[in-house]
């Protein structure tokens, strides 16, 4: 546990200057009204509260189909059911027999797949950003305020 928690400083330091009145938590379930949660996936159930943007990058390609749909349910479902978005990068690991077609699989659970182009030469897989609603990404060089 002592490496999760360096983990969690270390975040809390690289994002404290960015993001003041922010907090970070690693694997407690207290009150977060702004700020970023790490949560182990041991806990993942106990988490009752929506997201703003929740991210896998990984650990989907190393589970099988039950894993996937479960964590996918909770995700849409409870995480970012009221239009909070789903970012993973995923590599394919079907032909060593740890995954499905991820992107179908998750597709039951989101209907709207956010990123129109792939990008080239991606290593440890593909980038999605899925969401339950339409939503649409404005590019970074967008310099008038959103309203």
């Not at 983990?7 to 994002?15: I, N, V």
């Amino acid at each position: 546990m002592a490496g999760e928690k360096g983990e969690g400083e270390r975040c809390a330091g690289l994002t404290g200057k960015a993001s003041r009145g922010w907090r970070v938590t690693v694997g407690r379930l207290d009150a977060l009204p702004l700020g970023l949660r790490f949560v182990p996936n041991y806990m993942a159930y106990a988490v009752d509260e929506q997201f703003d943007l929740v991210i896998n990058t990984l650990s989907l390609s190393e589970m099988g189909v039950p894993q996937i749909r479960a964590y996918a349910e909770l995700t849409a479902r409870h995480w970012i059911a009221n239009g909070g978005l789903f970012f993973e990068q995923n590599q394919d690991n079907r032909k060593i027999g740890l995954m499905a077609d991820l992107p179908k699989v998750l597709a039951d659970y989101f209907p709207y797949q956010l990123i129109e182009q792939q990008p080239r030469d991606v290593i440890k897989g593909t980038p999605h950003i899925w969401a339950r609603r339409q939503i649409r990404l404005y590019p970074q060089e967008r310099t008038e305020p959103l309203t």
